[in-house]
């Protein structure tokens, strides 16, 4: 017969009781927040995480911001809110949000985005904001701008290549261009043993990429302001343009991304790039300098300092309250201990200071800069023409989009496939060309390689009446229209040439292997062929599988599920 329970146990049960009462009480908002201390957990905010909302009033703000000084922003977010700054008897909370420049602005003006604060990389976004909101909506879109930073943009090169033409004595955009436009390549400057220059920048709806446009053009005509709309007509400008974007191997979303992809990859995916200073720094210090060193040219014609303004937005949604708590924020990123932290964290501050680590050679840049040429950002009338400028000159694109409609793709992963992928038409321009595949047991084209002006539409609507059945012809499908797509690129004009495909399963009905496929593509690095660009698309996708099919025409592996693939079709619209 049993005993009586023991001391201990009842202890245990109370204990039990107490977990289970304070569990609910914290799901349900109910415990007092003197008690919140004491249990631990996650602190009030920290960078890359949403902060927690204090207890009492709250005003909250929001603050979008490129996503060049991601960092910086979310370090000092962190520390803001932390602090508990007050308007009144509210205390403030700022939710920071990061981005492209570009799409930002385009969020801005279609009212997608409602921000309190914004600031873009440089003044031409504003510039372009101010100007669309006055001329379209005729309302004033701030009242003032103040910088917070000032980060130059530089080509970053491996050590050795940068080395090869001169490096550490000044190196100049068109000492660059030259080598990346001529045939030979590295062969040209002597180093034949690193094959083609690859040259790649972001898309100009980063800033990076659109400051790097206007720095190509400052370059050639030998200026450092006064770009007029005279000089996006010059032949000369036009021309070196048109060879040295002619060159971009790889375009890509923003300049950080360019910066990860390169240093996983290595010297064989890009020789050299433009980014923000700090991107090198922060990169050195992820990748310990492997495979080798990334080092900033500070370009002998001249570069853009990004000074990443801030403009408090006055929309509909300001009131005087919340343009105060704008203001509080906007003070503390100016304040010494904020510009200090940036300066730490390899962003150079506005504020004067005299340059310390990781301002050094050891960490790729160089650590006084008042000597280098400072590019002027343009005038209205010329940003708005620069981008058309742009799109006028850089290789039109010829891509083949292959999709998969086996029987494990019904349901929503069928339709969120069919809406990116019709989104990824519509991105292209009029001058691009496409085909559009689509398989199971058999591979199926939906129309011959056309012109985006005379068939995106057609396209679009034959690819929303897709549906899943069958079985996996990935291998077939690959082989086929990339045998197609290099027959085309031997014999056409300069385009850039892509497969991009699609697939949430391992391949169960070609006639061809996994050898067979990969026989069909370059050996060693013949990288001038049609680039293979991957979406493994949901949990049962092999990824390795694609990565190896991707990599062998120096593309990327795109990782995606149904809730992503809309924002994966936008990453790949950014190569083109």
């Not at 415990?31 to 949403?50: D, R």
């Amino acid at each position: 017969m049993a005993g009586k329970p023991k001391p201990a146990f009842w202890f245990i049960v109370v204990l039990v009781a107490a977990g289970l009462a304070w569990f609910g009480l914290n799901r349900a908002g109910r415990v007092p927040s003197f008690l919140k201390g004491l249990g631990g957990g996650a602190p009030a905010s920290s960078p890359g995480a949403q902060p927690s909302r204090p207890a009492g009033d709250v005003l909250e703000i929001s603050f979008y911001s490129s996503s060049a000084k991601k960092s910086w922003i979310e370090a000092m977010t962190a520390r803001f809110n932390a602090e508990g700054h007050k308007v009144g008897d509210k205390t403030v909370l700022v939710k920071a949000f990061h981005g492209n420049s570009g799409e930002q602005l385009d969020d801005l003006k279609s009212g997608k985005i409602k921000p309190d604060l914004w600031s873009p990389g440089d003044e031409s976004w504003l510039a372009l904001g101010e100007a669309y909101f006055r001329d379209v909506k005729q309302m004033k879109l701030f009242d003032e701008m103040k910088p917070l930073l000032n980060v130059p943009l530089v080509i970053a090169m491996w050590e050795p290549m940068a080395q090869a033409l001169g490096y550490p004595k000044p190196i100049g955009w068109r000492d660059v261009a030259k080598v990346a436009m001529d045939p030979k390549g590295w062969a040209s400057a002597g180093n034949p043993q690193w094959g083609a220059f690859r040259w790649g920048h972001a898309h100009p709806d980063a800033n990076s990429g659109f400051l790097t446009v206007a720095s190509e053009i400052y370059a050639v005509l030998q200026k450092t302001s006064g770009m007029t709309t005279a000089d996006l007509a010059n032949p000369a400008a036009i021309s070196f343009l048109k060879g040295f974007e002619g060159a971009v191997e790889h375009y890509g979303l923003s300049n950080t991304w360019i910066d990860d992809l390169m240093r996983r990859k290595g010297p064989g995916y890009l020789s050299a790039t433009v980014q923000y200073e700090n991107t090198i720094i922060e990169g050195n210090l992820k990748y310990g300098n492997k495979p080798y060193k990334l080092v900033a040219v500070y370009p002998s014609e001249g570069c853009f300092f990004a000074r990443h303004p801030v403009a408090i937005i006055k929309g509909e949604w300001m009131t005087p309250e919340r343009e105060a708590a704008a203001k509080l924020f906007v003070d503390f990123l100016l304040s010494p201990e904020a510009q200090k932290a940036a300066m730490e964290m390899g962003v150079r501050p506005i504020a004067k200071m005299p340059p310390a680590a990781p301002f050094d050679a050891g960490h790729g840049v160089m650590a006084d800069v008042s000597a280098v040429k400072a590019f002027e950002v343009p005038g209205e009338d010329v940003l708005k023409r620069l981008r058309d400028l742009w799109e006028s000159v850089k290789v039109p694109a010829t891509v083949v989009l292959i999709l998969d409609r086996s029987g494990s793709m019904q349901g929503e992963p069928m339709e969120n496939a069919k809406a990116g992928a019709v989104q990824f038409i519509r991105a292209m321009k009029p001058r691009d060309r496409v085909q559009v595949v689509v398989f199971s047991d058999q591979v199926t084209p939906l129309s011959d390689v056309c012109e985006i002006a005379s068939c995106g539409e057609d396209l679009g609507q034959k690819v929303s009446t897709v549906f899943a059945e069958g079985g996996t012809a990935l291998y077939d499908s690959i082989a086929a229209y990339y045998k197609e797509l290099s027959a085309i690129k031997k014999s056409g004009e300069k385009r850039r040439y892509a497969i991009l495909v699609l697939t949430d399963g391992d391949d169960t009905k070609s006639s061809l292997s996994f050898e067979d496929l990969m026989a069909v593509f370059p050996k060693g690095e013949d990288y001038d062929v049609p680039k293979v660009y991957t979406i493994a698309y949901g949990g049962e996708a092999k990824k390795d599988l694609l990565a190896q099919i991707s990599n062998k025409t120096n593309a990327r592996l795109f990782e995606s599920s149904a809730a992503e693939i809309a924002k994966t079709y936008r990453e790949l619209s950014a190569d083109f």
